[in-house]
């Protein structure tokens, strides 16, 4: 099906009701992995972060990653879920050469998390309530590349590399409950709830859940049903959506196609499907035309987990304040609009406000720096405000710099962008490139005489009470001091000489 | 061969004496087992790979050991023979199968690493039932394994290479693994002892999986001493397997050096009898139970109904287990790779590595489980199953509310004829009826020689059944009773065993 066939977004809301599932895995950030101790580290050389546990080799047995049910258990505390008394490991079974077992290590029918909810914020405010069905842990599988095939798939390549240092990575998944009534805001709930799980993750410190590099990916389940009608309809399921903007087209695209397919009579295929980020559309991937059989049965190699309520009220009490929660109180703190603190959030800018403040600047420089300059610097080299190469409290500095009158604001972009090309500390930065405000009285004197002299008629004007001529005179200061000197300050002094009030 | 200077006709226990002592080397008594292998292997075929370089090289460790004064562990220099389902880093590790074949595992199993921690000397890895699913041997890849004490009949199974090891005098040690029976029942039919500890008391890491939640590793002698020293070697909490018991081992060696059962309460278990029980295993049975009364012990019937259905429960559990277990051989990884000539994709590699690489018994069991295991009959198999589980677990519990062990025979019959049962699974799994239930409930028993069938001159095994964790038990049961035949017969069974 191609996109000109689609229905209408308004047509397909006026007709009926999305309903939606979204399933989330987010890698966990433990130093070793679920299993075994083998390093998580990102970008190894291919199956050399692996051992027999990893690999599955004959005899080798696992053994549980307590710092993944830790972190397991405080993500479901921070989604508002129950934590089981006792739960076990399950083994689902299928065969796929990425998966060195042929079975992976997962949680069935006792999820360590269940029954719980996250609270996300609209862009206008208006919160709604995902509910979560359950969070349980497994392992992630090995990487393959198949190599010769026209698609990538596995099907018609010539031969297939198979990387062992993913398999046995920590993995949450966290599925909701069928998300209803979210209406025409369907799509912008599903990626509201995918931001918000994000900044809780990181909020908690369990993984970076970079989307990008794949640490937390998405699956939007979704089927509609005519308004009115109770039951849901068959449902199609896109995986890897692996951005927040993907997540909130992937459902657009979605709802508009099962729109097409039922005006026209059609049945919907329960099916997973691809999305394409460059056409924004989903095609057929593997039709289910039964339920797998994944022939679960309880893991036999692995005690059941029993996490005892002392350490899960430890673990509660020990929540850091929700991402929602502490946003609120900033946007207070600060003064700013919810529109406002929802740019600062997209920019992904909070916690180095936050730090940058934390170093001793003030809340709207510290916004202003990294909002402003900082935020245009790391989209001009298209990377993570986070990844520049400057620290809150290399801005922390730059602002007082500029409080205390040695730079003005023109200077200290220049020491910033000094910071940032690896000059070294702020004042380092000023030292070489020689940027402090002139404000030696004597030096500035001088040049103010001089520009007094050699505008005499300007100077005659402002005695004579036009007192808004001095701009010129301040430029040619300016310009003479290489801009390295206070505006305020030389404006002062020239009318301090001329002998006008200011 | 009666010559009591024969070095591999000692005990584990007096040729670690005489090692510490220093009246003989650790190379001499390895190369007297090493030329013992080489002249009666080629009859018994106990061994599928004879690692005599690494042998010789750790005996002349532990004689260079002792020589520099330095502590040597209690078994220190003794030969053993490992069972090919232990992973030993270097060295070949089968698990009797094809699809294994070739395979040189990078890392030694835990049972194999505490081994070489005592000084050990590992003389090679003996024949089993493929995956250890069988109770003959003759499912093994690579040929059967005969009995010593007739080679035309089966040593037991899956651990025949192990007992017939240890009959045949190529071993005084061996280790075995047992899921329903695979140490006990081949010690029975080899007039050799066996023990099946207490579900985790011996690491299961390196030991390549059948039945994960039924297996366990155990120490295989000749006498109740000897398996008492090695149980002690092997055993003890591992924190790579999360099954493993992290409690200290219960006194075995002591108990094994204090048989009596004096003032016991011993329980004879009522459904193991009747039909299908061998008349001569009967009656050997019988004078045991005579025994225990005439060392001083009280013994009483006990009745365990849900018994019957162990066996039932038995062969869902265990190829469920294995179903999942065995799925990681897929030729992707290691071992055999069958069709990988360009012309078929992954999948159909895999499909023709399994056709050729496993055997029919395991064949079988794989397709059992996955069915056991599918949506829509798991509740009715696997399910069932693991109630019927439970409800052994509880007829022990109150069996042993009443009675310290439990003894039966081991096995219903003795050595039965090499290719009799091959093709009659049905007949096959009856070996291990008497057996089964303690892998279902986690339990700990042992098998040692009760004399002679009077019919067919073949050796008989008793069982004795411990609570969980009171191992100790069946080695100071087993102790006594050991002493008393002795006494009786004048000489250790073995030794009216035919010469090879």
């Known amino acids: ?502 | 061969m009666t010559n009591t200077s024969d070095l591999t006709r000692l005990t584990a226990a007096e040729i670690a004496e005489r090692i510490a002592s220093g009246e003989t080397s650790a190379v001499e008594v390895t190369e007297a087992h090493l030329a013992r292998i080489e002249a009666v292997d080629e009859k018994v075929h106990a061994f599928l790979h004879v690692d005599r370089e690494g042998a010789l090289a750790r005996a002349r460790a532990v004689d260079a050991k002792r020589s520099r004064g330095e502590k040597l562990g209690p078994l220190a220099g003794v030969p053993l023979a490992l069972k090919d389902i232990f992973t030993t880093e270097g060295v070949p590790t089968t698990v009797g199968s094809r699809i294994l074949e070739g395979w040189i595992p990078p890392y030694d199993a835990t049972v194999t690493r505490r081994l070489k921690a005592a000084d050990v000397v590992v003389l090679g890895k003996t024949n089993m039932d493929e995956f250890a699913m069988g109770s003959s041997t003759e499912n093994s890849a690579f040929g059967p394994t005969g009995n010593p004490w007739d080679l035309t009949r089966v040593p037991g199974g899956s651990g025949g290479g192990s007992s017939a090891a240890l009959a045949s005098y190529q071993a005084p040690l061996a280790i075995g693994t047992d899921t329903g029976g695979s140490i006990r029942q081949p010690a029975a039919v080899t007039g050799t002892v066996g023990v099946k500890p207490t579900y985790g008391a011996v690491s299961r890491y390196g030991m390549v999986a059948f039945s994960s939640s039924l297996d366990q590793g155990g120490p295989c002698a000749r006498t109740v001493l000897d398996a008492a020293l090695l149980h002690e070697v092997i055993a003890g909490h591992d924190p790579m397997d999360s099954t493993s018991i992290d409690a200290p081992v219960p006194p075995v060696v002591e108990a094994a050096r204090n048989g009596n059962v004096e003032g016991m309460r011993v329980g004879v278990v009522k459904e193991f009898s009747g039909e299908g029980y061998q008349a001569g295993v009967v009656q050997r049975f019988n004078e045991s139970v005579e025994l225990l009364r005439e060392l001083g012990a009280e013994v009483v019937e006990i009745s365990c109904p849900s018994f019957d259905k162990a066996l039932a429960a038995y062969y869902l559990i265990a190829p469920s287990e294995c179903s999942s277990n065995l799925a990681r051989f897929d030729a992707m990884r290691y071992g055999l790779r069958v069709g990988d000539d360009g012309g078929h994709s992954a999948e159909e590699v895999t499909s023709l590595t399994r056709e050729a690489g496993f055997g029919p018994e395991v064949k079988r069991r794989i397709m059992l489980g996955t069915y056991a295991l599918s949506s829509g009959y798991y509740d009715a198999y696997y399910g069932s199953a693991q109630k019927v589980r439970t409800l052994i677990k509880r007829d022990f519990e109150a069996a042993f509310g009443q009675v310290d062990v439990l003894v039966s025979p081991t096995t219903p019959t003795t050595a039965f004829p090499i290719g009799e049962r091959a093709d009659d699974p049905m007949a096959m799994y009856l070996a291990d009826l008497c057996t089964i239930p303690t892998n279902l409930a986690g339990n700990a028993a042992m098998s040692l020689p009760c004399g002679l069938a009077p019919e067919d001159g073949l050796p008989v095994g008793l069982q004795i059944i411990a609570p969980a964790m009171a191992d100790d038990r069946l080695y100071r049961v087993g102790a006594a009773v050991e002493a008393a035949f002795r006494a009786r017969w004048g000489h250790p069974i073995l030794e009216e065993a035919p010469a090879l």
């Open chain 1, 1 to 502: 099906m191609t996109v000109t066939e689609l229905v209408s977004y308004e047509d397909a809301l006026a007709s009926y009701d999305p309903v939606m599932g979204l399933e989330v895995h987010v890698e966990l950030g433990t130093r070793t992995k679920m299993f075994c101790g083998c390093s998580t580290a990102l970008g190894a050389e291919p199956n050399t972060q692996t051992c027999p546990v990893c690999l599955g080799l004959p005899g080798s047995l696992p053994v549980v990653n307590a710092t993944a049910v830790e972190s397991t258990i405080r993500i479901g505390l921070a989604l508002n879920c129950e934590i089981a008394e006792w739960c076990r490991f399950a083994r689902k079974n299928y065969f796929y050469p990425d998966m060195p077992k042929n079975f992976q290590i997962s949680q069935y029918d006792e999820p360590i998390a269940f029954n719980g909810y996250l609270d996300v914020q609209l862009e206008d405010g208006e919160v709604f309530r995902v509910e979560i069905e359950r969070a349980h842990m497994e392992e992630d599988t090995g990487k393959s590349t198949h190599i010769g095939g026209a698609t990538g798939r596995i099907h018609g390549a010539s031969h297939s590399l198979l990387d062992y240092n993913r398999a046995g990575i920590p993995l949450v998944e966290i599925v909701t409950k069928p998300i209803v009534g979210a209406g025409e805001r369907a799509p912008e709930v599903a990626r509201a709830y995918v931001a918000e799980l994000r900044e809780l993750i990181r909020a908690l410190g369990v993984s970076e859940a970079r989307m990008e590099m794949g640490q937390m990916r998405c699956d939007v389940n979704l089927s509609l049903r005519p308004h009115g009608t109770e039951t849901f309809g068959t449902r199609s399921e896109t995986k890897n959506v692996n951005s927040l903007r993907s997540v909130e087209r992937a459902t657009r695209f979605e709802i508009q196609r099962h729109a097409a397919v039922l005006d026209a009579g059609g049945k919907i295929v329960q099916e997973t499907r691809h999305f394409h980020e460059d056409t924004g559309s989903t095609t057929s991937g593997r039709v289910k035309e039964e339920a797998e059989d994944y022939r679960y049965f309880p893991e036999p190699d692995l005690v059941p987990v029993a996490p005892s309520r002392e350490w899960v009220e430890k673990l509660r009490a020990e929540l850091p304040e929700l991402p929602r929660v502490r946003r609120n109180r900033l946007r207070e703190q600060w003064g700013i609009s919810q529109h406002e603190m929802q740019s600062v959030l997209n920019a992904g800018a909070i916690d180095l406000i936050v730090a940058t403040i934390d170093a001793g600047a003030p809340a709207d420089q510290a916004r202003k720096w990294w909002m402003g300059e900082l935020a245009r610097r790391a989209n001009e080299q298209g990377t993570e405000l986070s990844a520049l190469p400057i620290t809150p409290a290399q801005v922390a500095r730059v602002c007082a710099l500029v409080a205390e009158g040695s730079l003005n604001d023109k200077l200290a972009r220049q020491t910033i962008e000094g910071v940032l090309a690896g000059e070294g500390e702020p004042d380092e930065v000023v030292e070489k490139r020689g940027l402090k405000v002139v404000s030696d009285t004597g030096a500035l004197s001088k040049a103010v005489d001089e520009a007094i002299a050699a505008n005499e008629a300007i100077a005659e004007k402002i005695r004579g009470g036009k007192v808004q001529a001095a701009g010129a005179l301040v430029g040619a200061v300016m310009k003479a001091t290489r801009g390295q000197a206070d505006a305020a300050r030389v404006r002062e002094l020239i009318l301090e000489k001329l002998g006008v009030q200011g």
